[in-house]
């Protein structure tokens, strides 16, 4: 239980720091990118992929929330940077322009199976993801500036007999 609540709270603040990143950027600067690398990333208008719709980097831009293998995936695009949590795994990239609209990341704790993504299909509402490491990721659009709603509660069958937290000691008043 202690190790849920630990994980649940970088969680927590793993994707408020991703809602914060699509808050930053406004809709005027959206795709133009700046600074050293900012001819490597995606540009709007590049329609790749195979419709040619939906692929580039402005029709990526916004906070994209889903499921995977029960597991809470987070990805939020914005001026060309990404922002992932996808279950202990943080990350963050660019949207790059390798031939095909692509998202390029590094990751902590040794996460490695959402380094590299493609992006398989955009429709504006959903997003499918097809990811070096083998797996694949369908995700919604969440409302902007709001915190999405359809997140999993915890499951009603959890053991009874869970161990309690233990007591803190009582901290000395500095009087």
């Not at 831009?61 to 949590?85: F, P, R, Y």
């Not at 097809?130 to 500036?145: I, M, Q, R, Y």
Request: proline share 7%.
């Amino acid at each position: 239980m202690t190790r849920f609540v630990r994980t649940g709270g970088a969680v927590v603040a793993a994707l408020a720091a991703a809602l914060a990143l699509t808050a930053c950027g406004s809709d005027d600067d959206a795709g133009k990118g700046s600074g050293p690398d900012a001819g490597s990333s995606a540009t709007p208008g590049d329609d790749q992929g195979p419709d040619g719709a939906g692929t580039d980097a402005a029709a990526l831009e916004g906070t994209w929330v889903g499921l995977t293998d029960g597991k809470n995936v987070t990805v939020s695009i914005t001026a060309g940077k990404v922002a992932l949590v996808a279950d202990q795994a943080v990350c963050q990239g660019d949207v790059k322009d390798m031939g095909e609209v692509m998202l390029a990341l590094k990751c902590t704790g040794g996460a490695d199976d959402r380094t590299m993504g493609a992006i398989e299909s955009n429709d504006g509402k959903k997003l499918v993801l097809s990811w070096d490491g083998g797996v694949k990721d369908t995700l919604a659009k969440a409302d902007p500036g709001k915190l999405p709603t359809d997140l999993p509660s915890l499951p009603s069958d959890l053991p009874s007999d869970l161990p309690s937290l233990p007591e803190l000691p009582e901290v000395p008043s500095a009087s």
